[in-house]
Each structure stands twice: as structure tokens, then as C-alpha cells.
């Protein structure tokens, strides 16, 4: 009987299994046709082009090179502000990412946050823009972190030179669309790809020293990006032990240099002592 009823159970279990299976399969099925031709292929040592033209939340005429200015670095979102889901997420978690650094937009580096939808409009750029600054709390950023709208050829011509791939999905009524932060120099050159939707503030700092060739940040922020470097596959900054060692080695002789002048002064300092004034 227990036999029986042992055999029965493995059956059940083995037909979920298969329900499971084939659960999974139709699904996967419907997921990727929708994605598919979305992507993100990461474009770095490439230049955006600064002369594209963009509405920002007031609803005036901007070039997107009015936010480079040679020298400090730009954080690139691309979002769109009706998104129902993702992109809120993308902006929140962003926030909190500001609220965790100790810099300001406007002051150490720009954020420039487009809509890639070209149906959306300065008003829509404007709502969000209150929204996320209120969650941010910082006044002084309102004048670092701007919110644009633009046409189809501009949206797509800024997309497809970061590589940023998206389509609308008719049945859904929304955009399919990866999620990164782009860092980008203060000439435009893209230096830096954070993807996901979580960015640490340590991070976000390390890739704007990064694109900034060092011109922003301390002293300590140059020696700390020396120490890590970005590991794709993690998606982070990981330390480098190879760098780590060099720093080290350095730290090390320096150390050993100083010694032996304190030892050798001190030693001429004896010799000066014993040997007495000349008779």
C-alpha cells in the first residue's frame, strides 16, 4: 500500500514538474519576441553628439551641449517619464543615490535625464522634475539636474550613440528598454556604463573621477580610483590587487627612504656630539 501510494506521489510530483515546464517555456515564448532588438551595447571611448537639440522642462530650446563644459563630468539617464514601472523605479533609486553622496548636481557633475519617448512633453519632463527633486531634498541641485524631451530623429540619434536599443510594445502599450546610467565626460566621450537599477554612491562617484580624468574629487578619491578598477562581469569597482601591490611597494620605499635619512642625520648628529668642538 505504501508502496503504492509512494509510486502515485512520484507521478504527481513528475506531472507538475512537466506542467511547470511547459508553464515556463510559453512564457519564455511570449517574453522574447518582446525583447527582442532591446539591448544595451555599451559604446565607451565614443562621443555623443553635443549638438543635438532638446526641449528641457520649461519648455525652451536646449542643445545638449549646454550641459558639457569641458571639464566636469555628465550622468546620463534614459528613461521615460510615463513609465508605469521601471523607470520610477530607475529615478527613485537614483535619488537615493544622491541623497547618499556628499556631492551635488551642479556643482561637481551635471545629470541630464532624457525621455526617449517622443510622444512626451515638457510638462510631463516638469512634474518629474519637482517630484524627484522634493524626494532628493537638496535645493542646490535643482540647478544640476535637468529634465528634456525631444523628436523621434533626436531621441534616437542620442540613443543609438550610446547604444541604448528600445521598441514600443503595441499589446503591452509601453516601451521594452534596458536600464543604465551613462557617464560621460566633460566633452562628451562616453567613459562609463552602471547598469541595473541600483547604483552605490560609491560607484557613482568612482566613475565621475573616472570621467573627469581626475579633475574632480580629492586627493583621496585619485588614489582610491587607482585601487579599483570597474569589473564588468560585477558590475562594480572591485579592488586591483595588481595596483594595490604597486601602491604598496611605493608606500613601502617611501617609508624605507625616510628611515634611513632620519637614521643617517642622527647619526651625523652623534658624530658632530663625540667629536667635540674643533681645539
Known sequence: ?????????????????????????????????????????????????????????????????????????????????????????????????????????????????????SHESPQLAAKARIRYLKQLGKPAAASGWHFLTGTETNIRALTDAVGFHFKWVEEKQQYAHPTTLTLLSGDGKITRYLQGVDYPAGDVRKALVEASAGKVGSTVDRIALYCFQYDPKANSYVVSAFNLMRLGGGITILVLALMLVFLWRRERRRHVITSGPPG
Not at 533609486?93 to 519617448?117: N, Y
Open 1 to 117: 500500500m505504501q508502496r503504492r501510494y509512494l509510486l502515485i506521489l512520484t507521478c504527481l510530483i513528475f506531472m507538475g514538474l512537466l506542467s511547470a515546464g511547459a508553464l515556463y517555456a510559453q512564457r519564455a515564448g511570449d517574453i522574447a519576441p518582446v525583447f527582442d532588438g532591446v539591448s544595451l551595447d555599451e559604446q565607451l571611448g565614443e562621443h555623443v553628439p553635443l549638438d543635438l537639440t532638446f526641449r528641457d522642462e520649461n519648455g525652451e530650446i536646449v542643445r545638449l551641449g549646454d550641459y558639457f563644459d569641458g571639464t566636469r563630468p555628465v550622468a546620463l539617464n534614459l528613461v521615460y517619464f510615463d513609465c508605469p514601472m521601471l523607470c520610477s523605479i530607475v529615478l527613485m533609486k537614483w535619488t537615493d543615490t544622491l541623497k547618499k553622496m556628499a556631492w551635488v548636481p551642479g556643482d561637481q557633475f551635471e545629470v541630464v535625464t532624457v525621455s526617449f519617448s
